[in-house]
């Protein structure tokens, strides 16, 4: 059984930090359909639409009928495992530092044969249950677990470099006298993190629950205005070698609905403030502690490993009585985007979360369903133990993510209405 | 299996085994490897260049050129041409396609060529661009090579039929001691059975001596007809049978058994022969596993049963089963796609009494067999020819 991970040590400062590999990352455009899956958490193999058969690896055409017709689904994730080795030699960089590794053969109950990673507490052969993960490089692959889950199973190292647990980890929540920030931090120290730096963008302003958690020992409160430049980088000097886990929660939302879209208003205040925060107080966060992190991306067991996002599903559909912000979200999307991409080289994962709407005092107006912010910072932990870097939190963003796929001009039309 | 007879090979003949002394790495590019492999050929047949009018390549180095690109690199003008990027089964594919295109009079003479060089970094560029399957479903998992998908294999072949390490070791070991008198070999110390045993691990249960070594090399040999080898007065060997199988037995979970077994009722009713009438057999032995399946599939044992085969008899030139007698990539080198090539040339090499120190003492047929291409989780192709010593 995996034993807990230790606490890590004391980093050694004379000791050289070493840098960031990545396992190969070179897919086919077909084996990118895993990776589609992998970055929402489902298990997904291309099935024939003709004889049904199940694909692996991915195809242009059925491997038994020749049809074209391939359709990603959902299929049995079990299977059993016939063979299995230990690898004590890698030609690639990036499996050398990792050795040993191993890897097994797996027959899937859906037919394929599949090679996969296997972790330590499945045994030699038997019953294993296959899941799709991103790996460093940021591509799907499998890993074959446990039928049942195991006592620290997500502890394993050849797991762990799938996943971006907060066990042992220090976080950066940037803003953390909202409503969100505070859950974010509780449900981290709650995970297991290590320590908690608590972003304080109003340092006039009283905040109970704020004051309740820098009360922990693992709290430590930051002075931190994404719009400040000057302030996010002197937060940056002072700990930004130090953070493993940036959880970026400061957010700009006023207004109530039908007040914040374009024609509403005689003035672009509102949307020059939300951008202030919302896009531009990422791409600060970004420069400021960005190059720590990719530098650090591979320093011990609690390597620097996830930037998180909250931004809403409004970034992928606007709602046009809040059209001002949702710009803003859409383009903090964007940015994250290019953000992933600048991150991906060392393996940094940038998890984006898509929630519905909040239950905070900017919606009061809003009707329900809203989510609580405990809720959110419970999925973001979901995301980061389970490995996935988009995360569609509640019914409404669950819906509209849906009903995009199958219509988006439907989406479209209805959200303006 | 097709109704209509196969035609024979009669009037066909393979000819002068040449074998480029290998280098465990090289600064040369596989052009001139392949170069001096046809410059050997021509010289040592008497023809003129121009007479070689056919020419068959394997490599995998030879990028960004092929076939093609190597004929005028090399200033040949062949009215017949070939690219066979079949690794293990190339020397046996070539021969195939060799002979019929001799046969129906397409060539005269061809040159069949299998050469790589290995340069510092050659390894790991080929295993990295190997295929697309290997791409996305086998290099992500940290195997760099073919070791993970042979041991996941081997361990399978271990579990169900009972095979021990100390019977692969014991087909190193004998390829070890014929390699000692090969002076092509790369390995030129003895190996016991007791350092097999004790090398280090590489991807359980592939330890050391299980795993070739990459080098550099070449290979060839002519393909003409009986009447053109009797007017160059160069000794031949005959073709009795042939057969290749790519991608056989899909629906095995893992491989456990080649495309020989498909094909060898068909092989040995070809040449009227079995193979009890065998004198030696030159296999595909990038890992001894394949060793014991081709000895299955080939049918000198039943499936199951190459590890009992294997601790009945001796495997060395001398002993009852004469087997690799080059010593086999494994203790010769791989340099790459002429390792498809090594074990067919050594055949030719026995069938016309120019192995040297390797010769054994009765060589008149003689079987090879070819493997090769991991292309995901399993190697797809395979082949098997049946050599005769011909009368000159």
């Known amino acids: 059984m995996t034993a807990p991970l230790a606490t890590p040590k004391k980093k050694n400062p004379v000791q050289r930090t070493r840098l960031a590999t990545l396992p190969p990352g070179a897919r086919s455009r077909s084996a990118l359909g895993l990776t589609r899956a992998a970055a929402e958490g489902r298990f997904e193999l291309q099935v024939c639409a003709d004889c049904a058969t199940v694909q692996y690896p991915p195809r242009e055409v059925c491997g038994h009928c020749l049809s074209e017709q391939l359709d990603w689904q959902t299929v049995d994730n079990h299977g059993e495992l016939i063979a299995t080795t230990t690898l004590r030699h890698s030609n690639d960089l990036y499996f050398r530092e990792r050795l040993p590794w191993r890897v097994g053969t797996v027959k899937m109950a859906a037919g394929p044969v599949v090679v996969a990673h296997v972790h330590e507490d499945c045994a030699a052969s038997g019953t294993v249950r296959l899941t799709l993960k991103l790996d460093r490089s940021g591509q799907a692959v499998l890993h074959a677990l446990p039928e049942q889950d195991t006592p620290n199973m997500n502890d394993a190292a050849q797991l762990r470099e799938s996943t971006c647990d907060p066990k042992h980890r220090r976080v950066l929540v940037t803003d953390g006298k909202s409503a969100m920030g505070i859950a974010v931090a509780r449900a981290m120290l709650d995970a297991g993190a290590a320590a908690v730096f608590l972003g304080d963008p109003t340092p006039w302003k009283t905040v109970a629950a704020y004051d309740t958690l820098i009360e922990d020992e693992r709290v430590q409160p930051v002075d931190l205005d994404v719009t400040d430049t000057d302030s996010v980088d002197r937060l940056a000097a002072s700990i930004g070698g130090k953070v493993d886990l940036l959880v970026n929660t400061a957010s700009y939302l006023r207004g109530n609905p039908g007040e914040g879209g374009i024609l509403g208003r005689k003035d672009v205040i509102l949307a020059r403030d939300a951008m202030e925060v919302n896009v531009l107080g990422l791409m600060r966060l970004a420069q400021a502690f960005g190059p720590g992190m990719r530098f650090r991306a591979a320093d011990g067991t609690n390597h620097a490993v996830a930037w998180v996002n909250i931004l809403s599903i409004h970034a992928l559909a606007p709602l046009p009585a809040r059209g001002a912000w949702s710009a803003s979200m859409a383009a903090a999307l964007s940015a994250a985007l290019t953000l992933r991409a600048e991150l991906a080289g060392t393996g940094v994962r940038v998890v984006n979360i898509f929630p519905g709407p909040i239950d905070e005092e900017w919606e009061q107006l809003t009707p329900p369903p809203k989510l609580s912010p405990a809720a959110v910072a419970k999925a973001i932990i979901h995301a980061l133990k389970d490995g996935v870097e988009d995360v569609y939190v509640g019914d409404i963003a669950e819906e509209i993510r849906a009903r995009l796929r199958e219509n988006h001009k439907a989406v479209e039309r209805e959200l303006g209405q | ?392």
Not at chain 2, 154 to 172: I, N, S, V, W
Not at chain 2, 231 to 254: G, M, Q, V, Y
């Open chain 2, 1 to 392: 299996m097709s109704a209509r007879p196969r035609l024979g090979y009669d009037g066909v003949v393979v000819n002068l085994p040449v074998t480029i002394p290998y280098a465990r790495y090289s600064t040369h590019s596989a052009h001139w490897w392949l170069g001096r492999a046809l410059g050997e050929l021509i010289r040592g047949s008497g023809l003129a260049k121009r007479d070689v009018d056919g020419v068959c390549v394997s490599s995998f180095t030879l990028g960004p050129d092929t076939a093609v690109g190597l004929m005028q690199h090399l200033g040949m003008s062949p009215r017949w041409l070939d690219h066979i990027p079949m690794g293990g089964a190339s020397g046996v594919v070539a021969l195939r396609r060799a002979a019929r295109a001799v046969q129906a009079g397409d060539a005269e003479v061809i040159a069949c060529i299998a050469g790589d060089t290995n340069q510092v970094d050659s390894f790991r560029n080929t295993v990295s661009q190997f295929s697309r399957f290997a791409q996305d479903a086998v290099y992500p998992y940290g195997a760099g090579g073919p070791n993970a998908s042979f041991a996941l294999l081997t361990d399978y072949y271990m579990q169900h039929y009972g095979a021990t390490r100390e019977d692969f070791g014991k087909l190193c070991v004998a390829q070890r001691d014929n390699a000692l008198k090969n002076p092509h070999a790369l390995m030129k110390k003895p190996l016991t059975l007791a350092q097999y045993l004790a090398a280090r691990s590489i991807t359980d249960p592939i330890h050391l001596f299980d795993c070739v070594m990459p080098c550099a090399g070449a290979e060839g040999y002519l393909v003409m007809t009986e009447d053109r080898a009797r007017a160059l007065k160069l000794p031949f060997t005959r073709i009795r049978s042939t057969i290749e199988r790519h991608n056989a037995f899909p629906e095995d979970p893992i491989q456990f058994r080649g495309g020989w077994a498909m094909d060898k009722d068909d092989l040995y009713a070809h040449a009227g022969t079995g193979p009890e009438e065998i004198d030696f057999l030159e296999t595909y032995d990038d890992y001894p596993v394949i060793n014991m399946m081709q000895f299955e599939d080939l049918g000198f044992c039943a499936k199951g049963e190459a590890a009992t085969f294997v601790r009945e008899h001796s495997f060395t030139l001398d002993g009852s089963f004469p087997f690799n007698t080059s010593g086999g990539q494994l203790s010769v080198g791989q340099a790459g796609a002429a390792g498809g090539y090594l074990g067919f040339v050594q055949a030719v090499r026995q069938l016309t009494g120019t192995a040297g120190a390797t010769q054994l003492a009765k060589a008149r047929l003689g079987m090879v067999s070819g493997f090769g291409m991991i292309n995901y989780d399993r190697g797809l192709c395979s082949g098997a020819a049946i050599l005769e010593r011909g009368q000159v």
